[in-house]
């Protein structure tokens, strides 16, 4: 770990390499390491299996992981500045960090190294989501995420039926997933600052009774949820040619709305679409 304490500080890696933050690419660093060893600690235990992160920038959530005793890290990053500011954090990391450069929108993590698998990331707020969509798919290839997010996302993660934050993100994640809200962050732990808080949350695939297929879950929620002020009876008639019928051979009010059903109602829409 001495190499490690001996690297210069972020903002020097930042100013060195000329890694001034790019809108596009979502990048707000974390410059504060009390603050990303807790995000590294909430992701714990860290020395079994692979940490994989996405968007590291210029390192300082890497930086925390290492620290915090992380036995194999792979980090991947679209930006190829930021691979370079890292190779001084790779020689320091003394073979437990490789480097990947690529887009994470389109790698598959079981590529990445064996199991058991943890994601850990203060993700680029305009992939997020598409990121933990895509995370869900895979999550058997998943033991757990620790995952950054802005607050507004994070509501809507753990949103309970009959709130307006309850929508498709809710119920996907919380089919897959054990979901818990951890800490909160404010804008000022950022360089640069972002418009609106952000959340830590934690995501833990479920050892069992999930849908194998997550597609007929999707269909059934982008229908109901698309258009939530519709009774179910009307909204789902996009994807069940008798919505009535089938609401209620499952027991469901076909005058209800989206907002009313719970996760596992969702679960039994998306078997019968998928007979
Ligand atoms: N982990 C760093 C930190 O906490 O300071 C940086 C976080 S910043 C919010 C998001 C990072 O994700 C940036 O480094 C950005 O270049 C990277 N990124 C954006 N889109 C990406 C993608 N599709 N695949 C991989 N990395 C991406």
């Known amino acids: 770990m001495d190499g490690l304490a001996a690297l210069p500080p972020l903002r020097e890696v ?16 974390l410059l504060d390491l009390n603050l990303t060893r ?12 692979l940490v994989v992160e996405v968007g590291p920038g210029p390192g300082g959530l890497t930086r925390a992981l290492l620290l915090e005793g992380a036995g194999r ?3 991947v990053e679209i930006d190829s500045r930021a691979i370079a500011a890292l190779k001084e954090l790779q020689t320091a990391a003394d073979g437990r960090l490789d480097l990947v450069e690529g887009d994470a929108l389109k790698i598959d993590v079981a ?33 757990d995420m620790v995952l950054m997010f802005q607050k507004e996302v994070g509501d809507r993660l753990a949103a309970a039926p009959r709130s307006k934050d ?3 993100l809710s119920v996907l ?3 897959v997933c054990t979901v818990q809200r951890l800490f909160d962050v404010a804008p000022s732990a950022f360089v640069p600052p972002p418009k609106v808080v952000s959340s830590v949350v934690r995501l833990r695939p479920r050892p069992e009774g999930r849908l ?12 109901a949820f698309g258009q939530r002020r519709k009774m179910l009876r009307s909204s789902l008639g996009s994807v069940f040619s008798r919505p009535v019928d089938v609401l209620e051979g499952l027991g469901l009010r076909p005058t209800a ?3 009313e059903l719970s996760v596992a109602d969702f679960v039994r829409l998306a078997e019968a679409l998928d007979k």
Do not use: C, M
């Open 14 to 29: 930042i100013a060195a390499h000329g890694l001034d933050a790019r809108k596009r690419l979502g990048q707000h660093f």
């Open 38 to 49: 807790r995000i590294a600690r909430a992701a714990a235990p860290l020395d079994q299996g």
């Open 73 to 75: 890290v792979v980090a």
């Open 111 to 143: 590529t990445l190294g064996p199991a058991p698998r943890r994601i850990v990331a203060n993700l680029p707020y305009n992939v997020s989501t598409a990121l933990l969509v895509g995370w869900l798919h895979q999550a058997d290839q998943i033991a």
């Open 166 to 168: 309850y929508g498709r």
């Open 173 to 175: 994640a919380q089919h």
């Open 212 to 223: 194998a297929d997550l597609r007929p879950l999707e269909r059934v929620t982008a229908a």
């Open 257 to 259: 709305r989206a907002e």
